[in-house]
């Protein structure tokens, strides 16, 4: 399996961060393709690592946090304009997500209609098949084994974490949250765990009210190295990051969860990849 981030940024705009999303690529020729989240331009990064809506076998989706899911329009209104026969894109997410969905879809109703209108060989219209989770559930995606985690980002309910696995080999992808035993069960012996992290040292120097409130309900950098370590990690691979650094910042990204974690710290760019 490899891990592509996608995006690493958050709801603060960045020209080099697109919104939290993560891809999957597995099987032959890296053709098994999962996202996780469909933050802010996340259609034109997934072009970027050689990837299309139209190659996915499913969107795996952790919470409805507005940054979490603002382009999942695109990657429906791409995957269907692409395909060539009625195929659904398959949507797993917390509860609400079908009624996301929906109004989506019904938002884009225009759109739908001049489409198909316009084009002879378009006479569907986007075909989406949701399944909303509940933590504990399982799942088959193509050759990998999903398995679904309560993780806690309290007032934002449900949450939940998704541990990918396939041919003994485990990625934890997390989403928004701290530290709980859902996270513990999620990450426990996996070769890499995905965290989306706050440093919280820095965001308390903000003296903006709307900044100091994120600070309990994310892990910060040394929350998620606990975590890594508590649950015998491999790589930990930090995402999401708030405020968001500077290429000559990252030794001190690292320097501040190296001393709560052992194994491999890899601090996210756009496409940064992990093979596992
Ligand atoms: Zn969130
Ligand atoms: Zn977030």
Known sequence: MEIVLLGTGSPIPDPNRAGPATLIKAGEGGLEQVLIDAGRGCVMRMAAAGSLPVLLSGVLITHLHSDHLCALNDVITTQWVMTNEPRPLRIWGPVGIERFVDRTLDALGPDIGYRIAHHDDLNWGPLVEISEVQAGDSFELG???????????????????YRVEREGKVAALAGDTIPCAGLDQLTENADAYVQTVIRDDLVKLVPVERMQDILDYHSSVEQAAQTATRNKVKTLVLTHLVPAPQPEQYDEWRAVAA???????????DLTSVSL
């Open 143 to 161: 050759s990998m084994q999903v398995s679904v985690h309560p993780t806690v980002h309290t007032p934002v309910e449900p949450t939940v974490g």
């Open 259 to 269: 001393q709560h974690f052992n194994g491999e710290i890899v601090i996210g760019d």
